[in-house]
């Protein structure tokens, strides 16, 4: 997984709480970025970073917060959780950005209860 | 119309037959294409990515753009079981400053 992981794997939560999901990588990229997937839709993009404490909204980032504070790590908060955000989660990463290759992380299945 | 397009499927294609998986795009400026494999309960993985018109090809792989026509397609030669799983073609949306996925095509290959 082009040295992405994910924390935690799996997770169970209840609705009203707050979440952090982890993404590290240890390959130097640049640009990291969050997605979910859901049946029928694909995956969308939540949040995305281009550098430490660089980010930007991706468009579904309503419900969504997210940090980086040094280049390996970017975190995605679930601020009060909703079933709405039963998802996959998948951080991927670039070296030079948006028209270039990403790689995937290997995700975090959250249901909200 | 959808950004990124791609037949859902399921799509089967015998065992060593060559199986063909498109996807269209609305974007005129987009400039890089990239198909990615998923299997199920997986992560997406890149397995081809083209900028010019025309083939590119690798290993089994063959991508091909019609930068015109706004299509991309991937071919499979001489499919194996082990390419059961769905392709994921993405386009760069610079508008929006995201890579637009399509919802993928399930491909099954039938030992």
């Known amino acids: 997984d082009a040295g992405i992981t994910q924390s935690p794997r799996h997770k169970v939560t209840e609705t009203g709480t707050p979440v952090t999901l982890r993404c590290h990588q240890t390959e130097n990229h640049r640009y990291m970025y969050w997605y979910r997937q859901d049946p029928g839709h694909g995956l969308r993009l939540i949040h995305y970073s281009y550098g430490v404490k660089d980010t930007d909204k991706g468009e579904v980032s309503d419900g969504y917060s997210v940090s980086r504070s040094k280049t390996e790590d970017f975190l995605l908060t679930l601020e009060s959780a909703t079933s709405s955000q039963t998802s996959v989660y998948f951080c991927?990463?670039?070296?030079?950005?948006?028209?270039?290759?990403?790689?995937f992380g290997p995700g975090t299945r959250l249901t909200v209860t | 119309q959808k950004e990124v397009e791609q037949n859902s499927g399921p799509l089967s294609v015998p065992e060593g037959a060559i199986a063909s998986l498109n996807c269209t795009y609305s974007d005129r400026g987009s400039q890089s294409f990239f198909w990615y494999r998923q299997y199920s309960g997986k992560s997406p993985e890149l397995i081809m990515f083209?900028?010019?018109?025309g083939d590119k090809e690798d290993g089994r792989f063959t991508a091909q753009l019609n930068k015109a026509s706004q299509y991309v397609s991937l071919l499979i030669r001489d499919s194996q079981p082990s390419d059961s799983a769905t392709y994921l073609c993405a386009v760069p949306n610079f508008g929006n400053e995201k890579l637009t996925f399509g919802t993928g095509t399930r491909l099954t290959i039938i030992p």
């Open positions: 991927a990463i670039s070296p030079w950005g948006l028209e270039y290759e990403q790689y």
């Open positions: 083209i900028y010019s018109n």
